[in-house]
């Protein structure tokens, strides 16, 4: 799906092809996994195609448990490292992006988000290095994917979160340091 959509008003954000194309790999899937019935595979599939919009194509998959097939989970990064940076300022990383196959995340005396709930992976693995000096970096990650932290707060604080992910999921590696400062990790849906 398009990496660039509004925060608010998504359901009347215009859907392209690939968009309705993704939704019916998912159904697929869901009636692959037993979720859907023919009968309703037959329907949402047929109304996945005539979707205008995205908030037609997310009403078909809002009762599924699914993750996304993994020929659509990476997109094509415009860059292979990322660079966010805050000294004496902020940043923020999220909504609909894609993430870099790296992530260079920099705050002194600032403080800094990297959102990837509804992020796009342009990699299977994402490393994300944090320098928090007297500032801080939160980042938030889906439930789903696989998580591993290497990094170290002196005389501050960097969060050890650490779990599995799906089949298939993405992996991030956090790496770096707080100094007089800290690096949150939480996980959320």
């Known amino acids: 799906m398009s990496d660039h959509l509004p925060e608010q008003n998504r359901e009347s954000v215009r859907a392209a092809d690939a968009d309705r194309n993704l939704v019916a790999k998912l159904l697929s899937d869901a009636l692959a996994s037993g979720q859907l019935t023919v009968s309703e595979y037959d329907e949402r599939t047929a109304a996945a195609y005539r979707a205008k919009t995205y908030g037609e194509l997310d009403v078909l998959t809002s009762d599924l448990a699914l993750t996304p097939p993994t020929e659509a989970l990476y997109s094509t990064p415009s860059r292979s490292t990322d660079r966010a940076v805050a000294i004496m ?13 790296r992530v260079e995340a920099v ?34 990650v889906p439930r789903n994917v696989a998580v591993e932290v290497r990094g170290a707060g002196i005389m501050g604080g960097f969060d050890h979160l650490s779990q599995q992910g799906a089949p298939g999921a993405p992996r991030i590696v956090v790496t770096g340091f ?12």
């Open 89 to 101: 300022s902020g940043f923020e990383r999220k909504g609909e992006w894609t993430v870099a196959p």
């Open 107 to 140: 705050a002194f005396w600032g403080g800094g988000e990297i959102d990837l709930r509804r992020a796009h992976f342009s990699a299977p693995e994402v490393t994300i290095n944090c320098v928090a000096i007297m500032g801080g970096i939160d980042i938030t």
């Open 178 to 189: 707080a100094f007089w400062g800290g690096v949150s990790i939480k996980a959320k849906d």
